[in-house]
T-cell receptor, first 112, second 115 residues
């Protein structure tokens, strides 16, 4: 069964720093990889997603996927206090079903 | 465009009581998901529907949990005889375009506390 793990569990960075969040998965045939952000007491909201190996940049956010190493990451440039939230990575099963398996999250705090 | 709505927002029960959660997905979204999110963990899929049909309910504790989506729009998740271990936030999400991987849009959730 697909296992999705995130690291670190929590992270504190100063405002303006580059933040890197990591996600590993166990099924090499996985096809879809996404990051969601959840502010305290709010609904998870999709940030970015990627299907194929490589990088994708949207504003201050970059997602990087390496299927061979079963790893993808989210990088936040110029981190802001408003970026403080729980970051969840998610991977789709490879069976053709469109279920998402979520990691347990990284709690990010950006200090002003 | 209205987002996914859920009610109630909070529920507090004694063990053994029943509770129902209601979800109204984004209009036109044919796929609806129910997740359980324990405190400090990621969402865990319980069941999902395409229109009114259950696609996968293998993670639903079937002896006490049930979910329906009778007209392919709104959905209800019910817990019979709640246990303390059911304490969590219950999230509903919806997506469109069955057959491709599409973004899931989440509702605000229902926070359940079982005493």
């Amino acid at each position: 069964q697909q296992k999705v793990q995130q690291s670190p569990e929590s992270l504190i960075v100063p405002e303006g720093a580059m933040t890197s969040l990591n996600c590993t998965f166990s099924d090499s045939a996985s096809q879809y990889f996404a990051w969601y952000r959840q502010h305290s007491g709010k609904a998870p909201k999709a940030l970015m997603s990627i299907f194929s190996n490589g990088e994708k940049e949207e504003g201050r956010f970059t997602i990087h996927l390496n299927k061979a190493s079963l790893h993808f990451s989210l990088h936040i440039r110029d981190s802001q206090p408003s970026d403080s939230a729980l970051y969840l990575c998610a991977v789709s099963l490879s069976s053709g079903s469109w279920q998402l398996i979520f990691g347990s999250g990284t709690q990010l705090t950006v200090m002003p | 465009e209205a987002g996914v709505t859920q009610s109630p927002r909070y529920a507090v029960l004694q063990e053994g009581q029943a509770v129902s959660f209601w979800c109204d997905p984004i209009s036109g979204h044919d796929t609806l998901y129910w997740y359980q999110q324990p405190r400090d963990q990621g969402p865990q899929l319980l069941v999902y529907f395409r229109d009114e049909a259950v696609i996968d309910n293998s993670q639903l504790p079937s002896d006490r949990f049930s979910a329906v989506r009778p007209k392919g729009t709104n959905s209800t998740l019910k817990i019979q005889s709640a246990k303390q271990g059911d304490t969590a936030t219950y999230l509903c999400a919806s997506s469109s375009d069955w057959g491709i991987q599409d973004t899931q849009y989440f509702g605000p959730g229902t926070r359940l506390l079982v005493l």
